[in-house]
């Protein structure tokens, strides 16, 4: 790869992984004012910019976008590149998209992945199911640590889940990035295997050495729970019940995604937080 590459939301959870795998290159990270720099690899060189405004592209060949899709800027960013002559672009959309229920955010995602798929860019887009790993993430970090302090845990449905662990996505962002089979084409990206609910949060509670009972909950009591505590949006609530289960034969074959298992995942993340047994 030559040029340079620009990287957009490399403070985030996701992008901080991404920009440690490619700081060796010749890596420019997109800031915000306001951005958390101390996230960042040492020395890399950071331009300061905002995905509202025009974007500081000189030089640059290949970008990576690792904010999100569903706030409405990616049309005007893919204008933005066109016209730059930035030639390589990975971005990261979610699996959300494929949800059934009316979620506001769903079609602002769709129109950025339309934008994107209808450019003359030599795009991939990754679609990432639920992401965890460390203490960044905002979903088994907590589960872990409820479960480490807590014996009982609320089960609303049983639907199937399929976790990715945060450096399983990165690796892959890096393997694709030099890979023309994955030129104009877009990947899901889950764990390794789909688990039941209940399967997910007893894997979790032995991952922090303990044992767990799960309590059935009325998916219309939790979402009036949702409502009333407003600790989780109704949209996130309803989405517990639905199955969110992918393949990824394509991954796999074009670019060798190999996943890891989510108990393998979680017992990872219980000791880097100091929870395993
Ligand atoms: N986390 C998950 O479970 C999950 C699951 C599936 C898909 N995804 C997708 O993966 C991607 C990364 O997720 P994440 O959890 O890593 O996100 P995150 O932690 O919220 O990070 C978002 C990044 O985008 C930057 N950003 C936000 N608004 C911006 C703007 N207006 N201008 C410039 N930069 C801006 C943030 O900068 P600051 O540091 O300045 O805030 C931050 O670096 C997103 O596309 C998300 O939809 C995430």
Same mark, same amino acid.
Request: overall charge positive; proline content about 8%; charged content about 20%.
């Given at each position: 790869?030559?040029?340079?590459?620009?990287?957009?939301?490399?403070?985030?959870?996701?992008?901080?992984?991404?920009?440690?795998?490619?700081?060796?290159?010749?890596?420019?990270?997109?800031?915000?004012?306001?951005?958390?720099?101390?996230?960042?690899?040492?020395?890399?060189?950071?331009?300061?910019?905002?995905?509202?405004?025009?974007?500081?592209?000189?030089?640059?060949?290949?970008?990576?976008?690792?904010?999100?899709?569903?706030?409405g800027?990616?049309?005007?960013?893919?204008?933005?590149?066109?016209?730059?002559?930035?030639?390589?672009?990975?971005?990261?959309?979610?699996?959300?998209?494929y949800?059934?229920?009316?979620?506001?955010?769903?079609?602002?995602?769709l129109q950025?992945?339309?934008?994107?798929?209808?450019?003359?860019?030599?795009?991939?887009i990754?679609?990432?199911?639920?992401?965890y790993?460390?203490?960044?993430?905002?979903?088994i970090?907590?589960?872990?640590?409820?479960?480490?302090?807590?014996?009982?845990?609320?089960?609303?449905?049983?639907?199937?889940?399929?976790?990715?662990?945060?450096?399983?996505?990165?690796?892959?962002?890096?393997?694709?990035?030099?890979?023309?089979?994955?030129?104009?084409?877009?990947?899901? *990206?889950?764990?390794?295997? +789909? &688990?039941?609910? @209940?399967? /997910?949060?007893?894997?979790?509670? !032995? $991952? =922090?050495?303990?044992?767990? *009972?799960?309590?059935?909950v +009325? &998916?219309?009591? @939790?979402t /009036?729970g949702?409502?009333l505590? !407003? $600790? =989780?949006?109704?949209?996130q609530?309803?989405?517990?019940?639905?199955?969110?289960?992918?393949?990824?034969?394509?991954?796999?074959?074009?670019?060798?995604?190999?996943?890891?298992?989510?108990?393998?995942?979680?017992?990872?993340?219980?000791?880097?937080?100091?929870?395993a047994?």
């Open positions: 790869m030559s040029g340079r590459l620009l990287l957009i939301g490399g403070t985030g959870f996701l992008g901080s992984f991404v920009a440690t795998r490619l700081a060796s290159r010749e890596l420019l990270v997109l800031v915000r004012p306001t951005s958390d720099r101390r996230v960042l690899p040492p020395h890399v060189e950071v331009r300061v910019g905002e995905l509202s405004r025009p974007l500081p592209l000189e030089g640059v060949e290949t970008l990576v976008y690792c904010a999100s899709m569903g706030f800027q990616v049309p005007a960013l893919v204008q933005q590149l066109d016209s730059a002559g930035v030639r390589r672009a990975i971005f990261v959309s979610t699996t959300a998209i949800t059934s229920l009316p979620a506001p955010s769903r079609a602002v995602r950025a992945e339309e934008a994107v798929q209808t450019s003359s860019l030599n795009w991939t990754v679609r990432p199911t639920m992401i790993g460390t203490r960044r993430d905002r979903n970090s907590r589960l872990l640590r409820f479960l480490h302090r807590w014996p009982v845990f609320p089960q609303c449905g049983n639907a199937l889940w399929q976790p990715v662990h945060v450096e399983d996505v990165a690796d892959a962002i890096v393997s694709l990035l030099g890979t023309p089979a994955t030129y104009r084409r877009a990947y899901n *990206l889950p764990g390794a295997r +789909p &688990l039941r609910f @209940a399967d /997910l949060v007893r894997t979790a509670a !032995r $991952a =922090v050495g303990r044992r767990v *009972l799960l309590v059935p +009325p &998916l219309a009591a @939790a /009036l949702a409502r505590t !407003r $600790a =989780v949006s109704e949209e609530m309803r989405r517990l019940a639905e199955d969110k289960a992918f393949p990824f034969t394509e991954a796999s074959a074009d670019f060798g995604y190999s996943p890891r298992c989510f108990e393998e995942g979680a017992r990872a993340e219980a000791r880097l937080l100091g929870l047994p």
